[in-house]
């Protein structure tokens, strides 16, 4: 149990004993099935429990917990489901295209062959799906209550989740998202963004980098990505969110299986030569084409601090090919309009940043790259000849917003971090929070960036008209 689950337990929220979800939503995740009230009754019952000495050999008589279901890298016919789990299970998805559930189908993790199970996280991902359409699903998690060898092991009782919905994404989509970024596991700010993406519901969100800080194991990234200890948990149970890695999101000596929390693009997107550009994503959403890619760390891969673990200039290299062809799809080079996400800016917001080593070029023990020069010098002249009108981008903790201008054809915008209106220097106004909206309307490009903090918009503008 963790320091957090632990105050959340002395403030009521947990089911003693077990960490990691609301007593409200255990039950809620619960209410189908007797047998699961069942369950639910043992939670209470738990409040003893001591932890499973090795979890890969079953529950052992502990209840299970089952997170809310999150929805990750949606795609036009794709979409990815992932949960937390207490305890080693199997995880279903049951979908349909109407509430009713007729005709439903089931889908089970992974893909052929054997089916993965787990102690902390399941994934599921639908597949064959119909463009900009809504569907409905829950998620069906079954405990291994034994599992010692396959002859003797055993399952418990099933948890049916509630039914939640989606609408995948496509041509035909509503036009409308958000970007949330630099959350840093901070969960104060955290909810008061995710509390203002429910009010909002955007046909999708795009989770732009800096989520976790320094992961060291896989407990904290379920935390982080699947089961926060927020209120307002479960707004991705409903909103799509599309994920692209900041600095931060490499940094920790289990960081690099973060797939097993927050899945990547669904493998069909990539050529065979892009097989390692596993977060990258171009989908139409509507009017607009949502382009996402990866500025990677935030200091040159010869830096000592990385210890040799650093290979971002291969990998801006390969994106930059990779985002060539992206604009040669007619789907994206069709769409009105183009917007890229990336968690470094792609450009220096004052004279006295673009100079090293503040454009991330040059080692220096102390410097890191307010904006990534090697990424602007790929991708710009690919952005520019492909039409793109808006790049969103966080990293620097601070709303600030560029029109275009001569040489950057396309406007910026850098999204607010977790600070509530202080710095390290102290109070500091011009630290807040963001969600940052975009979408169609009256025939143009509109954004509209919330501070969160303060409930007040600080930007409203028309950013293009095609
Ligand atoms: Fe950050
Ligand atoms: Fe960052």
């Known amino acids: 149990m963790t320091q957090i689950d632990r105050s959340r337990e002395a403030r009521g929220d947990l089911a003693p004993g077990v960490s990691g979800q609301s007593r409200r939503e255990f039950l809620k995740g619960t209410a189908l099935t007797g047998a699961a009230m069942a369950v639910a009754a043992n939670a209470d019952a738990a409040t003893n429990a001591i932890a499973v000495t090795d979890p890969f050999k079953g529950t052992q008589g502990l209840p299970l917990k089952v997170g809310s279901p999150c929805l990750q890298a949606p795609g036009e016919t794709t979409m990815g489901i992932s949960w937390a789990v207490s305890g080693l299970s199997r995880g279903e998805v049951e979908y349909a ?212 673990l650093a290979n971002f200039s291969p990998y801006r290299r390969a994106q930059a090919q990779w985002l060539e062809r992206q604009f040669e799809r007619p789907d994206i080079a069709k769409a009105k309009y183009k917007v890229l996400f990336c968690h470094i800016p792609l450009w220096p917001r004052t004279a006295a940043e673009s100079v090293p080593p503040w454009d991330g070029t040059t080692i220096d023990p102390t410097g890191y790259a307010y904006w990534s020069r090697e990424c602007r010098d790929l991708w710009a002249p690919i952005l520019v000849k492909g039409g793109v009108q808006l790049v969103v981008t966080g990293h620097k903790h601070q709303f600030d917003y560029f029109p275009p201008e001569p040489g950057r054809p396309w406007a910026m915008v850098i999204g607010g971090g977790p600070e509530l209106g202080r710095d390290s220097k102290g109070e500091n106004p011009r630290r807040f929070p963001t969600v940052v909206e975009g979408r169609v309307a009256d025939g143009a490009l509109r954004l509209t960036v919330h501070d969160v903090f303060h409930r007040r918009v600080v930007l409203d503008c028309e950013v293009a008209r095609a």
């Open 97 to 308: 295209d109407n509430p009713e559930f007729t005709g439903a189908r089931r889908a089970k993790a992974g893909g052929y062959g054997l089916v993965p199970i787990d102690v902390a996280a399941l994934q599921v991902r639908l597949e064959g799906l119909r463009p900009a359409t809504r569907y409905w699903y829950r998620t069906v998690t079954t405990p291994f209550t034994d599992y010692r060898n396959i002859y003797d092991a055993k399952l418990g009782e099933a948890i049916v989740s509630g039914i939640h919905s989606f609408t995948t994404l496509g041509a035909a989509a509503r036009p409308h998202f958000c970007m949330i970024n630099d959350t840093h596991a901070q969960w104060k700010s955290y909810e008061m963004v995710a509390r203002k993406l429910k009010e909002i519901a955007p046909a999708a969100v795009v989770w732009n980098g800096d989520a976790t800080n320094t992961t060291q194991d896989k407990r904290t990234a379920v935390e982080i990505f699947l089961d926060p200890p927020i209120d307002d948990r479960d707004y991705s149970a409903d909103i799509p969110v599309f994920f692209e890695s900041g600095n931060h999101d490499f940094r920790g000596s289990w960081i690099s299986k973060k797939e097993e929390v927050m899945l990547p693009r669904h493998p069909a997107e990539r050529k065979g030569s892009e097989w390692d550009l596993k977060w990258n994503f171009a989908v139409r959403c509507g009017d607009l084409a949502l382009i996402g890619m990866d500025t990677g760390e935030d200091k040159p891969d010869g830096h000592p601090k990385w210890f040799g």
